[in-house]
């Protein structure tokens, strides 16, 4: 496992950053996995993170850890994937699996996280 994957596993919530229009736009996420040395993390297209992701894939992932000082701020690129066995590795053990398949599986988006640059303090 990389140290990025690590750090922000090990601070559990983060949040992503993604920009609408002129301004960042943050939210709370929790699904993220290593999958082949690479990080993923899903969506669906029920709502806006998915037209910020595609319209401009520049994003970051942040997040604190529950106790002590430290914190994780990784900066790069989402891209996303339509790999089938991705998607079944980023549903095996998601909390959430029963409403993504209740919404129908089309709806799931996986976005692979390309990282560019990581801060770890």
């Not at 993220?32 to 709502?47: A, M, Q, S, V």
Request: aromatic letters at 10%.
């Amino acid at each position: 496992m990389s140290k990025e994957y690590e750090a922000i596993k090990e601070c559990g919530t983060y949040f992503l950053v993604t920009i609408n229009g002129d301004y960042p736009a943050a939210r709370p996420f929790g699904s993220l996995k290593e999958i082949n040395g690479e990080i993923y993390f899903n969506t669906t297209d029920h709502n806006e993170v998915h037209k910020q992701l595609r319209e401009n894939p520049h994003i970051q992932m942040v997040a604190m850890k529950k106790e002590g000082f430290g914190w994780i701020r990784m900066t790069g690129l989402a891209e996303e994937s339509k790999d089938p066995a991705i998607k079944e590795t980023m549903l095996e053990g998601n909390r959430m699996r029963d409403k993504f398949e209740e919404m129908g599986l089309d709806h799931f988006l996986v976005f692979k996280f390309t990282i560019e640059k990581a801060e770890i303090k």
